[in-house]
């Protein structure tokens, strides 16, 4: 563990502001969304919110599960909100997105774990915003092949679910997640023909050889994006940090990845799993392709 909270330079953020980051803001609060970037204390939102972009989060803004990597609230949702797809629409529309994130809080307390809203959601989206691509970032649905077809068979672009960190680490970081059942999940939707990404964090407590191993078994199951990122401690009651990841030792596992095989990988300390997601959909020419449910 680090013996100082004091932030190295390169993890300087740039802060919020500007008439595009106020327009962002507006925009979601008149829709009463929950973002991703809020909950989770992002350190790209001013930057991301200053370009127009927000990762949507649904299905409410508080989680069934008590990750300890984690800022967003656990405890008990609220009843679902029938109303949010076509907000979430409506707003993408609004900020005029060529390609959007979207994720959602887990909801072990729903029997189909969201799925239904899940659909609904890219449904409506795709509908206000038929040229808009959509990376949906989901939980696992507790490994019910079901429910994650339901998702993907409202056709996303890009399923995108996060790992975070090495499998030594899964049950005191992750709780009740299991590092099989995220393969599972990246495994299931690259066997049904979709582009797949995850995400993982560094600075956690992780060893070298450990990760080593991660970025293996990922590119041994054919992701296609990876995002690498210093892992932040949202307070004193989350998993503290272990170290601060100085920006060389992102650029090898860099390096690492894409030798392994993957196709992208961002690698940074600033890095989330949602940065510069657009700029990956022009790399992987998904921006105007129509997706199989409008072909």
Same mark, same amino acid.
């Given at each position: 563990?680090?013996?100082?909270?004091?932030?190295?330079?390169?993890?300087?953020?740039?802060? @919020?502001?500007?008439?595009?980051?106020?327009?962002?803001?507006?925009? +979601?609060?008149?829709?009463?969304?929950?973002? +991703?970037?809020?909950?989770?204390?992002?350190?790209?939102?001013?930057?991301?919110? #200053?370009?127009?972009?927000?990762?949507?989060?649904?299905?409410?803004?508080?989680?069934?599960?008590?990750?300890?990597?984690?800022?967003?609230?656990?405890?008990?949702?609220?009843?679902? %909100?029938?109303?949010?797809?076509?907000?979430?629409?409506? #707003?993408?529309?609004?900020?005029?997105?060529?390609?959007?994130?979207?994720? #959602?809080?887990?909801?072990?307390?729903?029997?189909?774990?969201?799925?239904?809203?899940?659909?609904?959601?890219? =449904?409506?989206?795709?509908?206000?915003?038929?040229?808009?691509?959509?990376? +949906?970032?989901?939980?696992?649905?507790?490994?019910?092949?079901?429910?994650?077809?339901?998702?993907?068979?409202?056709?996303?672009?890009?399923?995108?679910?996060?790992?975070?960190?090495?499998?030594?680490?899964? =049950?005191?970081?992750?709780?009740?997640?299991?590092? %099989?059942?995220?393969?599972?999940?990246?495994?299931?939707?690259?066997?049904?023909?979709?582009?797949?990404?995850?995400?993982?964090?560094?600075?956690?407590?992780?060893?070298? %050889?450990?990760?080593?191993?991660?970025?293996?078994?990922?590119?041994?199951?054919?992701?296609?994006?990876?995002?690498?990122?210093?892992?932040?401690?949202?307070?004193?009651?989350?998993?503290?940090?272990? =170290?601060?990841?100085?920006?060389?030792?992102?650029?090898?596992?860099?390096?690492?990845?894409?030798?392994?095989?993957?196709?992208?990988?961002?690698?940074?300390?600033?890095?989330?799993?949602?940065?510069?997601?657009?700029?990956?959909?022009?790399?992987?020419?998904?921006?105007?392709?129509? @997706?199989?449910?409008?072909?």
């Amino acid at each position: 563990m680090i013996e100082s909270a004091r932030k190295p330079d390169w993890l300087r953020a740039k802060l @919020p502001t500007g008439p595009d980051f106020l327009e962002t803001k507006k925009n +979601v609060d008149e829709h009463r969304l929950h973002t +991703v970037c809020q909950s989770a204390q992002c350190p790209n939102m001013g930057e991301c919110w #200053s370009q127009g972009n927000a990762t949507v989060m649904i299905l409410g803004n508080v989680c069934t599960r008590s990750c300890t990597f984690c800022a967003v609230q656990s405890g008990r949702p609220s009843e679902l %909100d029938l109303g949010e797809p076509a907000r979430v629409a409506d #707003s993408i529309s609004k900020m005029r997105l060529r390609h959007v994130v979207i994720t #959602s809080v887990a909801r072990d307390d729903l029997k189909d774990g969201g799925a239904a809203v899940w659909a609904a959601t890219i =449904r409506a989206t795709r509908h206000r915003n038929p040229t808009t691509t959509i990376e +949906v970032l989901p939980a696992d649905f507790r490994g019910e092949q079901e429910h994650l077809d339901t998702l993907l068979d409202a056709y996303p672009d890009i399923l995108n679910h996060n790992l975070e960190t090495v499998e030594r680490l899964q =049950r005191p970081v992750r709780k009740t997640a299991r590092y %099989d059942r995220s393969f599972w999940v990246l495994k299931h939707a690259k066997s049904r023909g979709f582009i797949t990404k995850t995400g993982i964090m560094l600075g956690i407590g992780e060893q070298q %050889d450990e990760v080593a191993q991660l970025l293996k078994d990922i590119a041994a199951a054919q992701v296609d994006i990876l995002t690498i990122g210093q892992y932040l401690a949202p307070s004193k009651e989350h998993t503290p940090i272990d =170290r601060w990841v100085h920006p060389d030792e992102f650029a090898r596992w860099k390096a690492f990845a894409l030798e392994a095989g993957v196709k992208h990988v961002e690698s940074g300390p600033l890095v989330r799993s949602s940065y510069r997601a657009d700029e990956q959909a022009v790399k992987f020419d998904l921006l105007g392709r129509r @997706p199989k449910s409008l072909s």
